[in-house]
């Protein structure tokens, strides 16, 4: 298989009307053959502390808030997309 998948996590911070808005993506794209390989899980579960690390940076106060709270998804080209969430914890919504 020569598809290529990304998996996104969204990144939001406070906006200056308080409501959140998005801050920035952090994403990793790869083989599909590869993200087959490793689960996308497993690639989950080490991208959301890194996009929790880039979040607490753009915060300035170390905060871990709003990395991922609306959803990461997963776009496989060459196959059908099937979006799916990730949780803060890497779990299933």
């Not at 890194?50 to 607490?56: E, G, K, N």
């Not at 709003?66 to 969430?85: F, I, Y």
């Amino acid at each position: 298989d020569l598809g290529l998948s990304v998996l996104a996590v969204p990144i939001w911070q406070p906006g200056p009307d308080g409501r959140p808005r998005l801050a920035a993506v952090l994403a990793l794209a790869a083989a599909s053959a590869r993200f087959d390989l490793l689960g996308e899980d497993t690639i989950a579960e080490r991208l959301l502390p890194a996009a929790q690390a880039v979040a607490a940076r753009l915060a300035g106060d170390g905060s871990l808030d709003g990395v991922g709270t609306r959803s990461a998804q997963t776009d496989r080209s060459r196959r059908h997309p099937s979006p799916r969430s990730v949780g803060e914890a890497g779990e299933d919504r």
